[in-house]
């Protein structure tokens, strides 16, 4: 006769986990939540040691004072008032930062719209026009590629296409449309743009392509269905389901955007001034208070607009 | 509803033809440009056809030690690499049971992620240098600097790399089908053979792409590595330096060089990943198929 825990065991073992001889006592013995911390410390280290306390240390240094060649750990706000010199005495005419804090923002709404109008239609043709798992998987691919590759190289890449000698000149000069050459093709605010919205707009397709692949097809056959047009349709279907992700994909563009140096000071010709350029022209003056407190500032800035946008989406739920 | 295409796809269809043409048009112009004759310059028309440049990159510009960013690159990427795929596989398993500060781990990656990288990297400069200052204050007054390649460096990288490798887990394991676990373990499997051999092997496609961001990322990182990587350059570093002094093709050819590794490593995990697919769809479990 079987006792009842030999049928139990052998009918639902889960039930009864100490009859269990094949498992090891040592493995037993761990609880989980070890286990867990096991596994995700070692990451959260790395964070801890390489993000959460190197930020710390940009807020303190952001109050120290400096001299020409070093840091000097005592409080002094002179990393903040250098920054905003004459923001007060110049009214009405704007300082040098918030001068560069309005063109880093006019760059970053130029770079966010037109990602964003790129970004929603490519994703839109994943999603909704290409029907074969394997054709949508291939052009994804291919959107997906370039971001493997260095972004300088991308950079560099305008070069022959938009340089005084370049392909583009050239062809508008041979087709009679201009007489000498553009000039503000490259090392300009154009320039910029074109290299940012290049680089960027896939971390615009992605989180959108995410949202749009979730939406169930038969919402928009019911909303045919009722007579709506493609244009309702879009506007009424597609867009508030696809919402989540062009929040997220807003994130990263703007953040990029804010914080970026290299791209301005390549595709700029080191001309163009922006939050980012300001704490690396800092840094190489070895003014670190005053890069700290301009990092603090840019920190808080990007910090206000994600959680402006947070609002309307929650992030956790989305990933 | 049975209907053609609609005039949408077409329109689409060429929107998404020239988003392509956009991607890659610059990039195979600097490919072809970088196979100018020894008298080409920056633009086009080819002034000849030859592998002048390429072959004078080897043998060192004299502008900067180019073998030696090299390996250093690549020395990082793979390390950054590896770390990254451990890391992130051994979270992502600890995110399927909730445990304590889950939530700040995973805030701690977004931030990572989404904070823009100069602060980042000054952060670990900021962090490194305050180190340095207390090494020489009160043991060792000839300390030179624990910034370098493999501290601050690798620490800049994985800032990056990680967030990506744990969103990456967390969309497999949204799609894993639990009761294979179940299963090994009521077969009597200990935990580490429940993953060895049953998880792992389901889950390595997508552990082999975790790699291929891990690599790619680290090789072509530049704007945390930028004041967080010490004294030594990695080759996006010096090849930025180079874009302030652009006269001849040979940045073309540098460009080309590199990103030659980056599309042998993209093809590798690619071809990987697909063979893996392949042989999962033919020799896997046809569980829930029914019957022949």
């Known amino acids: 006769m079987d006792t009842s825990e030999d049928i139990l065991q052998r009918t639902s073992p889960d039930l009864v986990r100490g009859s269990d001889k094949a498992r090891p006592a040592k493995a037993a013995r761990l609880s989980p939540s070890f286990v ?34 070093q840091l000097l750990p005592a409080f002094s706000g002179r990393g903040y008032t250098d920054t905003f010199e004459g923001c007060i005495a110049q009214l009405p005419d704007l300082c040098t930062i918030a001068k560069t804090y309005l063109k880093t923002l006019k760059l970053c709404f130029l770079v966010w719209a037109i990602t964003l109008f790129i970004g929603f239609w490519v994703a839109y043709f994943l999603a909704f026009h290409v029907k074969s798992k394997t054709w949508q998987m291939g052009l994804s691919l291919l959107c997906t590629i370039p971001f493997w590759t260095s972004n300088v190289i991308r950079m560099i890449a305008w070069i022959p296409l938009l340089g005084r000698n370049g392909l583009v000149n050239s062809g508008l000069m041979k087709t009679g449309l201009i007489n000498q050459p553009v000039e503000w093709l490259l090392f300009s605010e154009f320039s910029v743009v074109l290299a940012l919205v290049h680089l960027f707009t896939f971390f615009m397709v992605v989180p959108i392509f995410n949202s749009m692949i979730r939406i169930d097809k038969s919402l928009i056959e019911a909303a045919y269905d009722a007579g709506a047009t493609g244009f309702q349709t879009l506007v009424n279907v597609v867009i508030p389901l696809a919402k989540p992700g062009i929040v997220i994909g807003s994130i990263f563009v703007i953040t990029i955007v804010m914080g970026d140096f290299i791209t301005i000071g390549v595709m700029g010709g080191q001309q163009i001034a922006a939050a980012g350029k300001i704490i690396e022209t800092r840094v190489n003056a070895l003014q670190f208070p005053a890069a700290a407190a301009n990092a603090v500032i840019l920190l808080v800035i990007t910090f206000l607009i994600i959680t402006m946008m947070s609002r309307i989406v929650d992030i956790k739920k989305e990933l | 509803m049975k209907e053609g295409r609609p005039r949408s796809f077409y329109v689409l269809a060429i929107f998404f033809a020239a988003y392509v043409l956009f991607l890659y048009g610059p990039m195979i112009a600097i490919y072809v440009l970088s196979f100018q004759g020894p008298q080409g310059g920056l633009t086009f028309p080819m002034n000849g056809v030859s592998t002048y440049w390429l072959t004078k990159l080897f043998q060192g510009t004299g502008i900067v030690d180019l073998g030696a960013a090299f390996r250093r690159s690549l020395l990082l990427g793979v390390i950054v690499m590896t770390v990254t795929v451990v890391l992130s596989v051994a979270a992502g398993m600890a995110f399927r049971r909730k445990f304590k500060a889950q939530s700040i781990l995973f805030y701690s990656a977004i931030a990572s992620l989404i904070v823009p990288s100069i602060i980042t990297s000054l952060g670990i400069s900021l962090e490194f240098r305050i180190i340095d200052d207390l090494i020489k204050a009160h043991w060792n007054e000839n300390f030179e600097t624990s910034m370098g390649l493999l501290t601050s460096g690798l620490g800049a990288h994985l800032t990056w790399t990680l967030p990506f490798g744990l969103l990456i887990m967390f969309a497999i394991f949204n799609r894993f089908d639990p009761r ?84 042998a490593v993209i093809t590798l995990a690619l071809g990987t990943i697909h063979m893996l697919n392949k042989r999962q769809a033919a020799k896997g479990s046809d569980a829930g198929k029914g019957l022949v």
Do not use: K
């Open chain 1, 36 to 69: 867990s911390w096991l596994q995700a410390g070692p990451m959260m280290l790395v964070f801890l040691a390489f993000f959460l306390i190197p930020l710390v240390f940009v807020v303190i240094v952001s109050f120290w004072d400096y001299n020409e060649y």
């Open chain 2, 180 to 263: 294979l676990e179940e299963a090994a373990r009521d077969l009597g499997a200990t935990p580490w053979q429940t993953f060895r051999h049953v998880v792992l092997p389901i889950i390595l496609p997508s552990v082999i792409g975790i790699g291929l961001f891990g690599f790619t990322l680290s090789w072509d990182e530049l704007a945390r590595s930028s004041q967080a990587i010490g004294a030594v350059n990695t080759l996006p570093l010096d090849l930025q330096g180079l874009t302030t002094t652009v006269t001849n093709p040979d940045i073309y050819a540098l460009g080309t060089i590199i990103s030659a590794v980056s599309f």
